[in-house]
């Protein structure tokens, strides 16, 4: 997944989304790995693979942070293309080993905070199916380059 760019760099990357469903149930899940980033006509880019849980193949993700919008697309065993851009509905087709769905995203808020050697993305959004509500979510993107990381570690380790 090394890509040939001198503007690559790892980074070490933390998703963690929460989902409301319509009986108020929460579940909170928390992603954390090394990822490859990187900026390419005024996009950046989030390289990264994960092996879901129960899955035995490994599914590849890349997170793409235009201006207005947010794109992750996943390919493996677990695939889709989800946009978040505030205002909009987008469809998309969410395959899994299990089936595929069919699944409406509604964006209500993307804000997207830079520091030195980090950058934070949140998005508030909704899904439905068939037109139903399915869940209130959130997903929060944590991206600090590996000398923050250390540095972050060393204050509070």
Known sequence: MQRNDSMSQNVHLTLTGRQKDETGETALTRHSCSAEYFEKN??????????????????????????????????????????????????????????????????????????EGQLRIRIDYSLTSGGVPVSDCSMEITVQTETQKQAKNLLHG
């Open 42 to 115: 005024d996009s950046v880019y989030l390289l990264y693979e994960e092996t879901p849980d129960g899955a035995d193949a490994v599914v590849k993700n890349t997170i793409k942070l235009k201006p207005s919008l947010l794109e992750l697309s996943r390919r493996g065993s677990i695939s889709t293309r989800m946009v978040f851009e505030p205002g909009r509905e987008y469809l998309t087709e969410y395959v899994t080993p299990y089936g595929r769905l069919q699944m409406g995203i509604s964006t209500r808020s993307l804000d997207v905070d830079r520091t």
